[in-house]
């Protein structure tokens, strides 16, 4: 990947992190109500960092 992509990607996902608010909902349903964890599953971090686990919710 051109360095200056990997630049951009980098910025914007510390961006995303610090803008990372409001209560967790369904993705389908937009319930907001009894959402539980429900484990975890890992993906690749950006520019060969090692991988990250990714929090997986659920809602009764």
């Known amino acids: 990947m051109p360095h200056p ?4 990607l ?7 992190k610090e803008n990372q608010t409001g209560p967790i909902a369904c993705h389908w349903c937009n319930n907001q109500v009894n959402i539980i964890k429900y ?9 060969g960092q090692p991988s990250i686990s990714i929090r997986q919710f659920c809602h009764e």
């Open 39 to 47: 484990g975890t599953y890992e993906r690749y971090g950006f520019s």
């Open 10 to 16: 980098l910025v914007l996902n510390k961006i995303a």
């Open 5 to 8: 992509v990997l630049t951009i």
